[in-house]
T-cell receptor, first 115, second 113 residues
């Protein structure tokens, strides 16, 4: 079974530029998460999708961050414009079931550096 | 006060030692309790999860939950250098038919030969 795929692995941009990250979850997984992990901290949930609907986006800075999940499969996370404090690893995860707890499978993440 | 508190370490132990990792939480509505392991430059991977208070064992790993004290622990027996990683506790809240996971900041563990 293929894992969660993310691209790019690394990205360096200047502040005020835009950037987009892509995630392809494990086939058949209904739930998709985007997390932000700042160095030395745990992952912080930005947005959670159930199929192509949003379950929770309360911690997504909506003035600069946006995310979509097309046809309930792939997802993109965009930052526009980027700030220095957005430097972090952006992790995508997916899980197979709705309602009952199931394991979240993580991708390797995209390491963003804003200079 | 954060919902999930976890000492960042680092915790350095000799090979073969018993390791104890802990988290405290403030929200009594958390239902599932999980431990993830994260190697450097990798995504987290689930080690164990539990729902109720008590102990759950899986090989060298034991997860313990005390809901009355809002305290969870992960014990690693006969620790190995390959156990060197960051250990993240996580807890999930039910919301809209799904579960919203919240992570601690992670404890860095170093097992030296």
């Amino acid at each position: 079974e293929a894992g969660v795929a993310q691209s790019p692995r690394y990205k360096i941009i200047e502040k005020r530029q835009s950037v987009a990250f892509w995630c392809n979850p494990i086939s058949g997984h209904a739930t998709l998460y985007w997390y932000q992990q700042i160095l030395g901290q745990g992952p912080k949930l930005l947005i959670q999708f159930q199929n192509n609907g949003v379950v929770d986006d309360s911690q997504l800075p909506k003035d600069r961050f946006s995310a979509e999940r097309l046809k309930g499969v792939d997802s993109t996370l965009k930052i526009q414009p980027a700030k220095l404090e957005d430097s972090a690893v952006y992790l995508c995860a997916s899980s197979p079931l709705r309602g009952a707890y199931t394991e979240a499978f993580f991708g390797q993440g995209t390491r963003l550096t804003v200079v | 006060q954060k919902e999930v508190e976890q000492d960042p370490g680092p915790l350095s132990v000799p090979e073969g030692a018993i390791v104890s990792l802990n988290c405290t939480y403030s929200n009594s509505a958390f239902q599932y309790f999980m431990w993830y392991r994260q190697y450097s430059r990798k995504g987290p991977e689930l080690l164990m999860y539990t729902y109720s208070s008590g102990n759950k064992e899986d090989g060298r790993f034991t997860a313990q939950v005390d809901k009355s004290s809002k305290y969870i622990s992960l014990f690693i027996r006969d620790s190995q250098p390959s156990d060197s990683a960051t250990y993240l506790c996580a807890m999930s809240l039910p919301s809209g038919g799904s579960y919203i996971p919240t992570f601690g900041r992670g404890t860095s563990l170093i097992v030296h030969p």
